[in-house]
Nanobody
Framework: QVRLVESGGGSVQAGGSLRLSCVAF????????VGWFRQAPGKERDGVAL????????YYADSVKGRFTISQDNAKATVYLQMNSLKPEDTAMYYC?????????????????WGQGTQVTVSS
């Protein structure tokens, strides 16, 4: 059974940094795209950062470009999200995702595998 398990969330002040980790347990056949979505209270889930498991091309939401970096360690079946210069508007539940489809920040429904989420809270 496939499970995605996130860690690394927490509470920080604006300007601070956090690194999220996501470990994939089980075998994800033909996984093509991995990454992160987030959901703030009362809002829809939004794509934050995605990358292809082979080739490593990355994609970022405009709101996080230059501040967040996605990376992976295939040997550890782990995906990371380094978040720097955090802002209060980054406050959300962050979800690790995986899909056999193309990377598309705008299509949460393409992602068949989701973690349970890790909360990130940024105070001003």
């Amino acid at each position: 059974q496939v499970r995605l398990v996130e860690s690394g969330g927490g509470s920080v002040q604006a300007g601070g940094s956090l690194r999220l980790s996501c470990v994939a347990f089980g075998v994800i056949d033909s996984t093509n795209c991995v990454g992160w979505f987030r959901q703030a209270p009362g809002k829809e889930r939004d794509g934050v950062a995605l990358m292809y498991t082979f080739g490593g091309d990355t994609y970022y939401a405009d709101s996080v470009k230059g501040r967040f970096t996605i990376s992976q360690d295939n040997a550890k079946a782990t995906v990371y999200l380094q978040m720097n210069s955090l802002k209060p508007e980054d406050t959300a539940m962050y979800y690790c995702v995986a899909s056999s489809s193309l990377c598309n920040l705008g299509t949460a429904t393409d992602f068949g595998f989701w973690g349970q989420g890790t909360q990130v809270t940024v105070s001003s």
